[in-house]
């Protein structure tokens, strides 16, 4: 398959890009900064220098893609868990006005997000994560639902958190089975944290 991977550069996409493209998968690799091309290229993607904002810009380079699939695996998310919550106005933007913006210009690709599995704490973030989710749905979309993330680079690098979880190389080596997933919700979490 043809594959966007929109966040490839990110905690999740640096993992994913590779086993796509050992997959025998043809991979381009989105991220909004140029000095991160050439590790999208070392990964074995062919580098899109786009910022999901832009447009028309997002428009181009997909047409020029061709995608089967686009996964999309864009946060606006802070360093330090400390300033996770000054960060929510910036991640909701992303999630949905970005995600419009995927779509819009995805064409007839397959759109696979990611979306988290706990609940949120605010009627606001609640409402955000259902609209961004919905969007995806009524595209005929897939929403991977990921536990909280642990692991090397994570908020919780040594320890897991409280479930739902799961280990950010786990959820990389899941995630290609959203290729052949239905339309819908799919959990990705650990299991054995949830017994």
């Not at 919550?85 to 990611?114: C, F, P, V, Y």
């Not at 009524?138 to 929403?143: K, P, S």
């Not at 280990?167 to 959990?187: F, K, Q, R, S, Y």
Request: net charge negative; charged share 15%; glycine share 10%.
């Amino acid at each position: 398959m043809r594959i966007f991977v929109a966040g490839a550069s990110g905690l999740i996409g640096v993992r994913l890009v590779p086993l796509l493209v050992s997959a025998g998968h043809t991979v381009a690799g989105m991220t909004r900064s140029p000095g991160k091309a050439d590790l999208l290229a070392g990964l074995g993607a062919e580098p899109v220098i786009c910022d999901v904002y832009d447009a028309s810009g997002l428009t181009k380079a997909l047409a020029s893609f061709r995608p089967d699939v686009v996964i999309h695996q864009l946060t606006d998310l802070p360093d330090s868990v400390s300033d996770l919550a000054g960060a929510a106005a910036a991640n909701r933007r992303i999630r949905i006005e970005g995600t419009a913006n995927l779509l819009r210009a995805a064409g007839g690709a397959r759109l696979i997000a990611q979306s988290i599995s706990w609940e949120q704490d605010t009627d606001q973030a609640r409402a955000g994560t259902g609209q961004f989710e919905r969007m995806v749905l009524t595209a005929g979309g897939v929403v991977l639902r990921y536990g909280q993330f642990w692991g090397p680079g994570t908020y919780y690098p040594d320890q897991p958190p409280a479930p739902p979880r799961i280990h950010i190389d786990e959820a990389a080596l899941l995630t290609p089975a959203a290729l052949n997933a239905p339309p819908g919700v799919t959990l990705v979490v650990d299991d054995r944290a949830l017994v």
